[in-house]
């Protein structure tokens, strides 16, 4: 099992349910704004804390009653839905920050199509190739699995496309779980093995 989610938390007002089992390949969550899509990737990821549920990836559990691995142990790779490259740093360095192999950075460069930009500043970049950029850092701290926040937001037909292909790229030449938000239908159609639906 990819992804074994059972996960409840208050949030303000809102109250974030979800249970799910899902097996290998891309895993969309679907749903409106502020049904708490986010929040669940933040409890994934260890950023948040479930009020009460389980948490298991791959078969470890990250959390439940008695368990709670910190975040730098859960070996997640987070792609925020504002990328958050580090601005002071030129792509190569980003991609080296968690100091992987060059063999490893030249090779994950080459399956995202970004090994061109290395020498730019993070500012200089488009959204599609900044989120490319974040998918190949985010898969350089070696990780057990990919959390996407909707990966295409805020990008024009075109380069969603690109980032879209970088995905499949990624499920097909990896083999990482990936939990993938959207609020595209037709996106999570194209992308998803498996839609899990969140609703108020
Ligand atoms: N710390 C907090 N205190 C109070 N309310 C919060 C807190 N964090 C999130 N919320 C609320 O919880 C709800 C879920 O937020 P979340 O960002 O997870 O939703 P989402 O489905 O990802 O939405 P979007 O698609 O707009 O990003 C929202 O209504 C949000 O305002």
């Known amino acids: 099992m990819a992804f074994d989610l059972d996960i409840a938390k ?10 799910l089992e899902a097996g290998e390949g891309i895993t ?18 260890g950023l948040i804390r479930p009020d009460r549920g389980h948490v298991r ?5 990250l959390f439940d009653g008695a368990t709670d691995v910190p975040v ?11 990328s958050r490259l580090f601005p002071h740093m030129r792509v190569a360095a980003n991609l ?3 100091n992987a ?39 350089l701290s070696d990780p057990k699995f990919l959390l996407l926040d909707e990966p295409t937001a805020s990008l024009d037909r ?26 595209d239908r037709a996106e999570a159609d194209r992308l998803a093995t498996r839609i899990v639906e969140m609703a108020r």
């Open 101 to 139: 192999r060059a063999t490893m950075v030249d090779a994950i460069a080459h399956l995202l199509d970004i090994a061109q930009l290395f020498d730019r500043w993070p500012r200089t970049l488009s959204g599609g190739e900044a989120k490319r950029v974040a998918i190949g850092r985010a898969l």
């Open 28 to 45: 969309v969550l679907f749903g409106p704004s502020g049904v708490g899509k986010t929040s669940v990737l933040n409890m994934v990821a």
């Open 96 to 98: 080296h920050y968690a």
């Open 158 to 183: 075109a380069r969603a496309a690109e980032v879209e292909r970088a995905i499949v790229d990624v499920r097909d030449e990896l083999g990482l779980p990936i939990l993938m938000v959207t609020h």
């Open 57 to 61: 990836v791959g078969g470890t559990t």
């Open 10 to 19: 208050r949030l303000g007002e809102t109250e974030v349910a979800l249970r």
């Open 72 to 82: 730098e142990r859960r070996r997640a790779g987070y792609v925020f839905q504002d």
